[in-house]
């Protein structure tokens, strides 16, 4: 099993920057594909960034490219998500998730692990 917590969430000005961590325990942490997503009220979790286990490829959801960065460094078992020029729109409970190495990584449902969220809030 993996255990995934998140951390970093806050209330910030629209056009300030935020970074989440997530920190993995459990299982080998290179061996998965780790995502980040988000889910505001009232409304479906929504994929935001995904990286692949080698930190070789990432993927962006359209809403958030050219803002945010994820990165990971797997000798601390942990995922980031930087978060730049932030919009209110942004404003949502933020999930991390693992998977395998190779899947559909805009797909919720393609992940084994999820963390328990951190709520980010972007005034305006």
């Known amino acids: 099993q993996v255990q995934l917590v998140e951390s970093g969430g806050g209330l910030v000005q629209a056009g300030g920057s935020l970074r989440l961590s997530c920190t993995a325990s459990g299982r080998t942490f290179s061996d998965y594909t780790m995502g980040w997503f988000r889910q505001a009220p009232g409304k479906e979790r929504e994929f935001v960034a995904a990286i692949s286990w080698s930190g070789g490829s990432t993927y962006y959801a359209d809403a958030v490219k050219g803002r945010f960065t994820i990165s990971r460094d797997n000798a601390k078992n942990t995922v980031y998500l930087h978060m730049n020029s932030l919009k209110p729109e942004d404003t949502a409970v933020y999930y991390c998730?693992?998977?395998?190495?190779?899947?559909?990584?805009?797909?919720?449902?393609?992940?084994?692990?999820w963390g328990q969220g951190t709520q980010v809030t972007v005034s305006s």
């Open positions: 998730a693992a998977g395998g190495r190779r899947l559909r990584v805009g797909v919720p449902t393609q992940y084994d692990y």
